[in-house]
Protein backbone atom coordinates (compact mmCIF):
# COMPACT_ATOMS: atom_id res chain seq x y z
CA UNK A 1 0.00 0.00 0.00
CA UNK A 2 1.35 3.46 -0.92
CA UNK A 3 2.10 5.56 1.60
CA UNK A 4 0.01 9.04 1.63
CA UNK A 5 0.80 12.81 2.65
CA UNK A 6 -1.29 14.98 4.27
CA UNK A 7 -1.94 18.19 2.24
CA UNK A 8 -3.19 21.37 3.57
CA UNK A 9 -4.06 23.94 0.97
CA UNK A 10 -6.91 26.76 -0.13
CA UNK A 11 -9.21 25.72 -2.68
CA UNK A 12 -11.77 28.28 -3.70
CA UNK A 13 -10.88 30.49 -0.54
CA UNK A 14 -11.56 27.48 2.20
CA UNK A 15 -8.73 25.87 3.80
CA UNK A 16 -8.90 22.31 2.92
CA UNK A 17 -6.60 19.00 4.17
CA UNK A 18 -6.59 15.70 2.39
CA UNK A 19 -4.27 12.48 2.32
CA UNK A 20 -3.21 11.37 -1.72
CA UNK A 21 -0.47 9.36 -2.77
CA UNK A 22 2.92 11.18 -3.94
CA UNK A 23 2.03 9.98 -7.44
CA UNK A 24 -1.34 11.71 -7.64
CA UNK A 25 -2.36 14.51 -9.71
CA UNK A 26 -4.11 17.30 -8.80
CA UNK A 27 -6.58 16.49 -11.26
CA UNK A 28 -6.86 13.40 -9.41
CA UNK A 29 -7.37 14.84 -6.25
CA UNK A 30 -9.67 17.20 -7.10
CA UNK A 31 -12.17 14.57 -8.63
CA UNK A 32 -11.40 11.08 -6.73
CA UNK A 33 -10.54 12.84 -3.52
CA UNK A 34 -12.74 16.11 -2.74
CA UNK A 35 -15.43 15.51 -5.42
CA UNK A 36 -14.89 18.76 -7.37
CA UNK A 37 -15.70 17.56 -10.67
CA UNK A 38 -15.59 20.56 -12.64
CA UNK A 39 -11.99 20.05 -14.06
CA UNK A 40 -12.32 17.23 -16.99
CA UNK A 41 -9.98 14.76 -17.87
CA UNK A 42 -9.19 15.13 -21.34
CA UNK A 43 -5.92 13.98 -22.07
CA UNK A 44 -4.15 13.37 -18.86
CA UNK A 45 -1.02 14.55 -20.25
CA UNK A 46 -1.18 18.55 -20.41
CA UNK A 47 -2.77 19.09 -24.29
CA UNK A 48 -5.72 19.80 -24.08
CA UNK A 49 -6.97 22.03 -21.24
CA UNK A 50 -10.15 20.38 -19.97
CA UNK A 51 -8.53 20.57 -16.31
CA UNK A 52 -7.53 24.08 -16.36
CA UNK A 53 -7.24 25.67 -12.79
CA UNK A 54 -5.66 28.46 -11.13
CA UNK A 55 -2.90 27.80 -8.85
CA UNK A 56 -1.14 30.10 -6.89
CA UNK A 57 -2.69 32.91 -9.57
CA UNK A 58 -1.18 31.30 -12.48
CA UNK A 59 -2.99 29.49 -15.18
CA UNK A 60 -2.34 25.39 -15.05
CA UNK A 61 -3.38 21.62 -15.91
CA UNK A 62 -3.97 20.15 -12.66
CA UNK A 63 -3.19 17.05 -14.56
CA UNK A 64 0.25 18.03 -14.68
CA UNK A 65 0.43 18.96 -11.04
CA UNK A 66 0.70 16.45 -8.42
CA UNK A 67 -1.56 17.46 -5.39
CA UNK A 68 1.39 17.25 -2.93
CA UNK A 69 3.05 20.17 -4.98
CA UNK A 70 -0.74 22.01 -3.30
CA UNK A 71 0.57 22.28 0.25
CA UNK A 72 0.32 26.15 1.65
CA UNK A 73 -0.69 27.20 -1.99
CA UNK A 74 -4.41 28.44 -3.23
CA UNK A 75 -6.14 26.89 -6.08
CA UNK A 76 -9.04 28.22 -8.09
CA UNK A 77 -11.40 25.41 -9.67
CA UNK A 78 -14.58 26.53 -11.53
CA UNK A 79 -16.65 25.18 -8.59
CA UNK A 80 -15.55 28.65 -6.98
CA UNK A 81 -16.40 30.76 -9.40
CA UNK A 82 -20.01 31.66 -9.31
CA UNK A 83 -21.57 33.52 -6.79
CA UNK A 84 -24.42 30.77 -4.84
CA UNK A 85 -27.03 33.12 -6.52
CA UNK A 86 -25.30 34.10 -9.94
CA UNK A 87 -23.04 32.89 -12.66
CA UNK A 88 -19.62 34.90 -12.93
CA UNK A 89 -19.54 37.09 -15.89
CA UNK A 90 -17.66 34.81 -18.06
CA UNK A 91 -19.83 32.02 -17.28
CA UNK A 92 -22.94 34.42 -18.34
CA UNK A 93 -21.32 35.21 -21.36
CA UNK A 94 -20.23 31.83 -22.33
CA UNK A 95 -24.11 30.94 -22.23
CA UNK A 96 -25.09 34.39 -23.92
CA UNK A 97 -22.50 33.31 -26.67
CA UNK A 98 -23.60 29.99 -27.27
CA UNK A 99 -19.82 29.06 -26.81
CA UNK A 100 -20.47 25.21 -25.34
CA UNK A 101 -21.56 22.69 -26.38
CA UNK A 102 -20.27 18.76 -24.73
CA UNK A 103 -19.36 20.62 -22.39
CA UNK A 104 -15.79 18.53 -21.00
CA UNK A 105 -13.60 21.48 -22.48
CA UNK A 106 -16.39 24.43 -21.31
CA UNK A 107 -14.56 24.35 -17.14
CA UNK A 108 -10.89 24.96 -19.15
CA UNK A 109 -11.73 27.32 -20.86
CA UNK A 110 -13.33 29.49 -18.42
CA UNK A 111 -10.99 28.92 -16.09
CA UNK A 112 -8.39 29.96 -18.61
CA UNK A 113 -10.71 32.86 -19.73
CA UNK A 114 -10.76 34.10 -16.15
CA UNK A 115 -6.93 33.96 -15.90
CA UNK A 116 -6.66 35.86 -18.74
CA UNK A 117 -8.72 38.83 -17.84
CA UNK A 118 -7.45 38.80 -14.23
CA UNK A 119 -3.73 39.53 -15.86
CA UNK A 120 -5.63 41.50 -18.74
CA UNK A 121 -8.65 42.90 -18.27
CA UNK A 122 -8.58 44.29 -22.01
CA UNK A 123 -7.33 41.97 -24.13
CA UNK A 124 -7.33 41.93 -27.85
CA UNK A 125 -9.05 39.31 -30.02
CA UNK A 126 -5.27 38.03 -31.20
CA UNK A 127 -4.10 38.04 -27.59
CA UNK A 128 -7.22 35.98 -26.82
CA UNK A 129 -6.61 33.56 -29.38
CA UNK A 130 -3.00 33.23 -28.10
CA UNK A 131 -3.83 32.64 -24.34
CA UNK A 132 -6.80 29.75 -25.31
CA UNK A 133 -4.33 28.15 -27.17
CA UNK A 134 -3.98 25.53 -24.73
CA UNK A 135 -8.01 24.28 -24.87
CA UNK A 136 -8.96 22.18 -27.16
CA UNK A 137 -12.44 22.19 -28.27
CA UNK A 138 -14.14 19.72 -30.90
CA UNK A 139 -17.34 20.77 -30.85
CA UNK A 140 -17.61 24.57 -31.10
CA UNK A 141 -15.00 25.48 -34.05
CA UNK A 142 -13.36 28.97 -30.74
CA UNK A 143 -15.31 31.60 -32.58
CA UNK A 144 -17.71 31.74 -30.53
CA UNK A 145 -15.57 30.97 -26.84
CA UNK A 146 -13.36 34.13 -27.89
CA UNK A 147 -16.32 36.03 -28.74
CA UNK A 148 -17.78 35.49 -25.30
CA UNK A 149 -14.47 36.11 -23.77
CA UNK A 150 -14.46 39.15 -25.04
CA UNK A 151 -18.08 39.88 -24.18
CA UNK A 152 -16.75 38.79 -20.56
CA UNK A 153 -13.60 41.05 -20.64
CA UNK A 154 -16.10 44.43 -21.75
CA UNK A 155 -18.24 43.37 -18.79
CA UNK A 156 -15.65 42.82 -16.06
CA UNK A 157 -13.99 45.61 -16.71
CA UNK A 158 -16.99 48.10 -16.90
Not at 140 to 152: L, P, R, S, W
Request: proline fraction near 3%.
Amino acid sequence: MARKSHVQTTINGETVEFLCESRQSLLEVLRDELYLTGAKEGCNNGNCGACSVILDGRLVNSCLVLGVETEGKSVETIEGLADPDKLHPIQDAFLENAALQCGICTPGFIMSAKALLDSNPNPTEHEIRYWLAGNLCRCTGYDKIVKAVMDAAKETSA
